[in-house]
């Protein structure tokens, strides 16, 4: 089948774009408002983009009250979703007037970032401060402002539990993460395997 993303007559029952580029780590990002409250929501679409240095980004359907909170404060944490805390996760979710704390209503502790005025989930396996350093709105190809704002952080301290720290490595297959597929399904990523990179030819160009 074919179809161009205009019409976006697919004819399927769901749209089949975020089954597609799939699965994605789940952007559970903390922020503090102005008026000290504290937010907790998890967003879709989020990824690391950069390693010198290190920098995320995550993308707001919609100006919602974690782009609010980090346009306002300039910083925000990354809190690790892991199997079971998929149901607090899920229970952080629920829209709610701006001031809610989603903390409290997925039973979660609240712990104050130690370089940035912004909470994490004090059960995650890992955390990640983050300073934002841009926020763009995202245009069409025709050059118009469309509702999608995609907020970058400079990572600038991390947050690890011990239990998940094996042979000097953080490991995956004991910290269990969750990713987003597309429509309502996650997965767990399992089983977990290394895969080397192939040595090029003696003489041959480096990548």
Known sequence: MFYDTVSNAHGLAHDPFKAIVAPRQIGWIGTKGRDGSLNLSPYSFFNAVSDRPKIVM??????????????ETGVFSVNYVSADLVAAMNASS?????????????????????????????????????????????KTIDGTDSDSHAVFGQVVAIHLDERVIRDGRFDVALARPVTRL??????????????????????GDQP
Do not use: W
């Open 58 to 71: 995550f993308s707001s359907s919609g100006r919602k009250d974690t782009l609010r909170n980090a346009t």
């Open 94 to 138: 629920i829209a709610v007037p701006y001031g809610t704390d989603e903390f409290a209503l997925a039973g979660l502790t609240p712990v104050m970032g130690r370089l940035v005025e912004a909470p994490f989930v004090g059960e995650a396996y890992a955390v990640l401060e983050c300073r934002v350093t841009e926020i763009h709105t995202l």
């Open 182 to 203: 597309g429509y309502m399904d996650y997965a767990e990523v399992q089983p977990v395997f290394e895969l080397l990179r192939p040595k090029p030819p003696i003489g």
